[in-house]
């Protein structure tokens, strides 16, 4: 099973990033999948959750309107749309990916993240 980041980048303030996330080794198509961030000294937060069939199903308020999150299921692959990015975005952006049976996880996987940093 692999989860691979990728669009990290060093940005300056009002700059746009697409980050995209490529899966391997499981039925991608099952499973929901979600973009969570992590800055130093605290916790992974959730920043936008898909689910397999393309319901956009959370998203953090912090990046309501400006973050947009997809899939495409024929590539296994999701992706994250980050607009006008700012200092308070920089972290380590990990891609999850989360099998339910009903409302019970069965499966989880991460990938190993990559780094945005914003600043001027």
């Known amino acids: 099973v692999q989860l691979v980041e990728s669009g990290g980048d060093s940005v300056q303030p009002g700059a746009s990033l697409k980050l995209t996330c490529i899966a391997s080794g499981f039925t991608f198509d099952l499973f929901t999948m979600s973009w969570y961030r992590q800055t130093p000294g605290q916790g992974r937060e959730l920043v936008a959750r898909i689910t397999s069939g393309g319901r956009v199903t959370a998203f953090a308020d912090q990046v309501k309107g400006r973050f947009r999150i997809s899939r495409d299921n024929a590539k296994n692959s999701i992706y994250l749309q980050m607009d006008n990015l700012g200092p308070e975005d920089t972290a380590l952006y990990y891609c999850?990916?989360?099998?339910?049976?009903?409302?019970?996880?069965?499966?989880?996987?991460w990938g190993q993240g990559t780094q945005v940093t914003v600043s001027s």
């Open positions: 999850n990916a989360l099998r339910m049976h009903g409302m019970e996880p069965t499966l989880e996987y």
